[in-house]
């Protein structure tokens, strides 16, 4: 089984830059997932999908992030535009279903840095 | 405000000896615990889970203990070898609305041979 494939796996950019990530996700997961994870913190969710459906975007910074996922398959994330408190590791995960029978699969990540 | 809590950054242990990893909850409404294993440069993989109506959970060397009245989950590793050296992360779910998964900063596990 394939696993969740992200790219680019790094990039560094200027603030107030624009920068998008990919992600596909195992076959047939119905849920996607967008973390970002700041350095020393735990991942925090910005973003969960419901095949191609937002679920749950409250953490999202609606104002710079952007998220899509076209024909519930693959994803991107955008931010534009980029502030130096950007810069983490922005991780993709994806499962059959949300909940507890389905853990969650992730992606290698991005790691982002905003100077 | 963080619900998932680790307090303990970092731990090192010697080779063969048990691993004790912990964690506290703050939000009673969590009934699913997990536990995830993240090496440097990759994604975290799932390593147990336990449900809320259980207190005890074991795969091989794997062990994870609940206790819902500490709102206090850990983990136990024996023996614990060099390649369990990770970041392991703690992290629950809620299962109703939409079973959002909340994780700790995370406890560095240093196994020295």
């Known amino acids: 089984e394939a696993g969740v494939a992200q790219s680019p796996r790094y990039k560094i950019i200027e603030k107030r830059q624009s920068v998008a990530f990919w992600c596909n996700p195992i076959?047939?997961?119905?849920?996607l997932y967008w973390y970002q994870q700041i350095l020393g913190q735990g991942p925090k969710l910005l973003i969960q999908?419901?095949?191609?459906?937002?679920?749950?975007d409250s953490q999202l910074p609606k104002d710079r992030f952007s998220a899509e996922r076209l024909k519930g398959v693959d994803s991107t994330l955008k931010i534009q535009p980029a502030k130096l408190e950007d810069s983490a590791v922005y991780l993709c995960a994806s499962s059959l279903a949300p909940g507890q029978n389905s853990p969650l699969h992730f992606g290698n990540g991005t790691r982002l840095t905003v100077t | 405000d963080q619900q998932v809590k680790q307090n303990s950054p970092s731990l090192s242990v010697q080779e063969g000896r048990i691993s004790i990893l912990n964690c506290d909850y703050t939000n009673s409404m969590f009934d699913y615990f997990l536990w995830y294993k993240k090496y440097p440069a990759e994604g975290p993989t799932f390593l147990i889970s336990?449900?809320?109506?259980?207190d005890k959970n074991e795969d091989g060397r794997f062990t994870v203990f609940l206790n819902k009245s500490a709102k206090h989950l850990s983990l136990h590793i024996v023996p614990s070898q060099p390649g369990d050296s990770a970041v392991y992360f703690c992290?629950?779910?809620?299962?109703?609305?939409?079973?959002?998964?909340?994780f700790g900063i995370g406890t560095k596990l240093q196994v020295i041979p």
């Open positions: 336990i449900s809320s109506i259980k």
């Open positions: 999908f419901q095949n191609n459906g937002v679920v749950d």
């Open positions: 076959s047939g997961h119905a849920t």
């Open positions: 992290a629950a779910i809620y299962s109703g609305g939409y079973q959002k998964v909340t």
